[in-house]
């Protein structure tokens, strides 16, 4: 990775959780699918510090700038209302960000965190509320496997990283406002060659903190 690459990536440090979704729990960037310590989770998605020497060029500090000020736009929005280009936009936000992928297993046709799902949420918890990345704003967003039609499966995706938002709020006391939900469905497969596989169901968790 080039230095202006890294800078860009640095400039609005955004990180994105996947947590399990689906029938019975991809958009990874960062690891794949699977249960991550609390320290594993606040490794991948804690920002990289600025070095001295590295610059960003205006553009790439108005581009930023934009996309903050998009995260901002989507505080206390309800999930359902966001349209297909915001979705999209966040997608386009979340492959430049630190990332990491994790799997809460929701029971089958389920946006319920059952004792399954508990300690990878738990860990994610415990994650956001450490000193590493207290306070900052993270967009959740949710995804399923293949099976089910594709309505059926948005609504899903968005009730559980709803789930999860709320958990984190009620057990964790995290800011509700700081906490953005969007689901994607099985519009984006992290293993096309398996779609019914568990690693499809998922939510994402991006840190879209601007400091």
Same mark, same amino acid.
């Given at each position: 990775?080039?230095?202006?690459?890294?800078?860009?990536?640095?400039?609005?440090?955004?990180?994105?959780?996947?947590?399990?979704?689906?029938?019975? *729990?991809?958009?990874?960037?960062?690891?794949?699918?699977?249960?991550?310590?609390? $320290?594993?989770?606040?490794? *991948?998605?804690?920002?990289?510090?600025?070095?001295?020497?590295?610059?960003? =060029?205006?553009?790439?500090?108005?581009?930023?700038?934009?996309?903050?000020?998009?995260?901002?736009?989507?505080?206390?929005?309800?999930?359902?209302?966001?349209?297909?280009?915001?979705?999209?936009?966040?997608?386009?936000?979340?492959?430049?960000?630190?990332?990491?992928?994790?799997?809460?297993?929701?029971?089958?046709?389920?946006?319920?965190?059952?004792?399954?799902?508990?300690?990878?949420?738990?860990?994610?918890?415990?994650?956001?509320?450490?000193?590493?990345?207290?306070?900052?704003?993270?967009?959740?967003? $949710?995804?399923?496997?293949?099976?089910?039609?594709?309505?059926?499966?948005?609504?899903?995706?968005?009730?559980?990283?709803?789930?999860?938002?709320?958990?984190?709020?009620?057990?964790?006391?995290?800011?509700? =406002?700081?906490?953005?939900?969007?689901?994607?469905?099985?519009?984006?497969?992290?293993?096309?060659?398996?779609?019914?596989?568990?690693?499809?169901?998922?939510?994402?968790?991006?840190?879209? =903190?601007?400091?």
């Amino acid at each position: 990775m080039s230095a202006h690459n890294k800078t860009r990536k640095l400039n609005l440090p955004c990180m994105i959780v996947a947590i399990g979704l689906a029938l019975p *729990a991809a958009f990874g960037v960062a690891l794949a699918a699977e249960e991550r310590s609390a $320290g594993e989770i606040i490794k *991948a998605l804690k920002p990289e510090r600025l070095t001295r020497g590295l610059t960003t =060029s205006p553009a790439d500090a108005a581009r930023n700038a934009e996309e903050t000020k998009f995260v901002n736009s989507l505080r206390n929005r309800q999930t359902r209302s966001l349209t297909t280009a915001e979705r999209e936009q966040i997608t386009s936000i979340a492959k430049k960000r630190p990332s990491v992928d994790l799997e809460v297993n929701f029971d089958y046709n389920s946006d319920h965190i059952g004792s399954k799902g508990s300690p990878q949420v738990t860990a994610l918890g415990e994650a956001l509320s450490s000193s590493d990345l207290k306070g900052g704003t993270f967009i959740f967003a $949710g995804y399923t496997d293949a099976k089910g039609g594709e309505t059926y499966n948005q609504g899903l995706s968005e009730r559980r990283a709803e789930a999860v938002k709320r958990f984190l709020s009620e057990k964790y006391g995290i800011d509700t =406002s700081n906490l953005v939900t969007v689901g994607y469905g099985k519009t984006q497969l992290k293993n096309p060659a398996g779609p019914f596989t568990a690693e499809n169901r998922r939510v994402q968790v991006i840190n879209a =903190s601007d400091k």
